[in-house]
């Protein structure tokens, strides 16, 4: 039965137990004193530690710096500066690594081993001025985007405009310039409103002359901008979310590294402490408990409670369903989320359901902060989640449950 501090200490069934330090138990109720560790790396600073299975790295930051652990030598190699020494979340998607916290969002691709920063900053507008060329007369709107080596284009900038009275051309001066870069070039036609593709070019040229209508697709990225850090970051769908204070953020459809920031949020009530996705929704936790953002498109999800139980914050894994008993979970077929909450572990159904394993016999104080690993020891299968003390600042304690 394991631990159970509900019940009296008179009614403790058999197999109950009130405390149980360093000990694991097994399903069948067997007590086994759970194994010692050993000191392979001491270092000061540590903190976020992650297996990305997709990857087979195994990363932790040291202060604000993000590193690669060898598990065979311990040895930490430096992968890029963060702007803060926040606990960072993690999130993979399609062999793609995410790292986020307070003030940093970054990725590291699947076919690289060098992180970049997650969209690309929005130029400035250039300064706009009459040249020759071929355009008719009239009012013209310009834009620009930068494009990095990987294709992808960041948020266009502030609308320029310029008026033609003889027609000719628009120059653009005061262009950003960068080795790795290119700028394009998005024109409206003479007294239009619709932002055309008219010309791209390496961005090493402090101006450029546009002589020609353009020709080509409109541009997408008006208003756009990088997606802003958060405490946790999840894939949901094709997009990139991210929750930070009470608001969870939602990037582009098939642009996951950029935002409309006024209008790609969702606001709650408190602190958000939970942000999981199990591909048909989204649960999100604050203080009024656990929501589920039901459907695809975040732009449409249809919000329920379904937990009145609040999640220990930051204490949410993905558990494969091969782990999992076969009662109630037998059909499912991708990862659910395992968090812990008030009432014990809790976990997260594809329709939004949860699962409460054993809230009879396991309470948890408000306004803890922990983080879980799932562990597979000697056979066992566990969720183990250390989680501050509420007794003292300088000692902590740790909750675990064989869920198989």
Not at 259 to 286: C, K, M, T, Y
Request: charged fraction near 20%.
């Amino acid at each position: 039965m394991g631990v159970d501090v509900l019940s009296n200490e008179t009614a403790l069934v058999a197999g109950a137990v009130r405390i149980a330090n360093n000990v694991d138990i097994g399903r069948a109720g067997q007590f086994k004193r759970r194994k010692g560790y050993t000191q392979r790396a001491g270092r000061a600073g540590l903190h976020s530690l992650y297996y990305a299975a997709q990857r087979g790295w195994t990363v932790v930051a040291r202060d604000a710096e993000l590193c690669r652990l060898d598990t065979r030598t311990h040895e930490l190699a430096p992968l890029t500066l963060l702007n803060s020494a926040h606990p960072l979340w993690y999130t993979e998607y399609n062999g793609n690594l995410y790292f986020s916290n307070q003030t940093t969002l970054g990725w590291i691709p699947a076919d690289s081993d060098t992180p970049r920063r997650v969209g690309l900053v929005t130029p400035p507008a250039p300064v706009l001025t009459e040249a020759e060329g071929g355009l008719l007369p009239g009012t013209y709107g310009v834009v620009i985007t930068m494009v990095n080596d990987r294709g992808e284009e960041s948020g266009a900038s502030n609308l320029g405009t310029i008026q033609l009275p003889e027609g000719g051309g628009i120059r653009l001066s005061g262009l950003p310039q960068s080795a790795v870069h290119t700028v394009y070039v998005y024109i409206t036609s003479a007294d239009g409103d619709i932002l055309r593709f008219a010309a791209e070019f390496p961005a090493v040229f402090p101006s450029y002359v546009v002589a020609e209508s353009a020709q080509g697709a409109q541009c997408d990225t008006l208003f756009l901008t990088p997606l802003p850090p958060g405490e946790f970051v999840c894939w949901h769908n094709g997009r990139l979310l991210t929750a930070k204070d009470n608001h969870v953020v939602f990037s582009q459809a098939l642009r996951p590294h950029l935002h409309n920031p006024a209008h790609n949020f969702i606001p709650f009530s408190g602190r958000i402490s939970l942000l999981e996705s199990n591909g048909e929704g989204v649960f999100v936790g604050d203080e009024r408990g656990v929501w589920f953002l039901a459907g695809k498109d975040p732009s449409r999800f249809e919000l329920r409670r379904v937990s009145s139980c609040r999640a220990v914050r930051r204490s949410s894994v993905m558990v494969p369903p091969e782990h999992l008993p076969e009662k109630p979970f037998s059909e499912l077929s991708a990862p659910v989320p395992v968090w812990l909450s008030t009432s014990g572990y809790v976990v997260g159904m594809p329709n939004g359901e949860v699962v409460e394993l054993h809230p009879d016999r396991i309470k948890v104080p408000n306004g803890l902060v922990g983080r879980s690993a799932f562990l597979l020891r000697e056979g066992r299968k566990q969720v183990v989640t250390p989680v501050n003390s509420t007794l003292t600042a300088t000692f902590g304690n740790a909750v675990d449950s064989v869920i198989s």
